[in-house]
């Protein structure tokens, strides 16, 4: 199995959020760690450090309706390439702490082990909220991976999680946004139940703030580090 590569979708209005990403990704993760940002109108030269490249889904930037489509778009990409995982994070979900690296690659090969009716790996506490819906539990030494029920909710998040590339193709719908990606594909996923199972862990390896949404003015970068905070101000970020 290849590598999954950290994939960040972005759109030409959201471009921007990018700085922040880029610098608090290189901090807590890696300035080698290879990611692809997927979107429409390329950064500005010099706007992305050498670690990221950008692939473009379409030239017309997608309104928000239209967000699933690009995803979908992409995909198709992905699969043709031959990869069967990515990591899928948000330009807004900026890390306020190091990545663990070694939970996230034992989750991959875990992954790669595993029958390929695995649609996602959550990376993030986002299951262990839902405690009545989990169903299972597997101790894999540094970790421990846990899976909820098909009815549990928000089956479908975009919350940072290792995909199945090909079993999201499967699922998502076109001319959805987000968040109705989320809620729609939730209620398809309940009907599907064994068909695609959703795991995650209690040990929540990404932690991140979502910094932004289309209804603030302005960032809310308040749980980020008073350090962290005090570069993007300086640096005009926010």
């Not at 807590?28 to 760690?33: I, K, L, M, T």
């Not at 996602?120 to 819906?133: N, S, V, W």
Request: proline share 6%; aromatic share 12%; net charge neutral.
């Amino acid at each position: 199995m290849k590598a999954p590569i950290v994939t960040v979708y972005a759109n030409d209005k959201s471009l921007w959020l990018l700085n922040g990403f880029q610098y608090l990704f290189r901090k807590y993760w890696s300035p080698e760690e290879p990611v692809r940002v997927v979107g429409y109108s390329p950064p500005r030269n010099g706007d992305l450090p050498s670690n990221f490249s950008f692939h473009s889904i379409a030239k017309r930037n997608y309104p928000a309706t239209e967000w699933s489509s690009g995803v979908l778009q992409s995909l198709d990409k992905f699969i043709e390439n031959g990869e069967e995982f990515f990591i899928m994070m948000l330009e807004d979900f900026w890390l306020n702490a190091p990545a663990n690296i070694e939970i996230i690659n034992k989750l991959v090969q875990y992954l790669n082990d595993q029958p390929r009716n695995i649609l996602r790996m959550d990376l993030t506490a986002d299951r262990c909220q839902h405690k009545r819906f989990i169903v299972g539990s597997e101790d894999l030494g540094n970790c421990t991976v846990i899976r909820t029920s098909a009815d549990a909710p928000y089956q479908m998040s975009f919350q940072a999680a290792i995909w199945n590339i090909s079993l999201l193709r499967a699922v998502l719908r076109p001319y959805e946004d987000p968040w109705t990606s989320e809620i729609q594909g939730t209620a398809r996923l309940k009907t599907a139940d064994e068909e695609y199972v959703v795991l995650g862990t209690i040990n929540n390896p990404l932690k991140y703030q979502p910094v932004y949404r289309s209804k603030r003015v302005s960032l809310d970068i308040s749980k980020l580090s008073e350090e962290d905070q005090q570069v993007i101000v300086r640096r005009g970020w926010v």
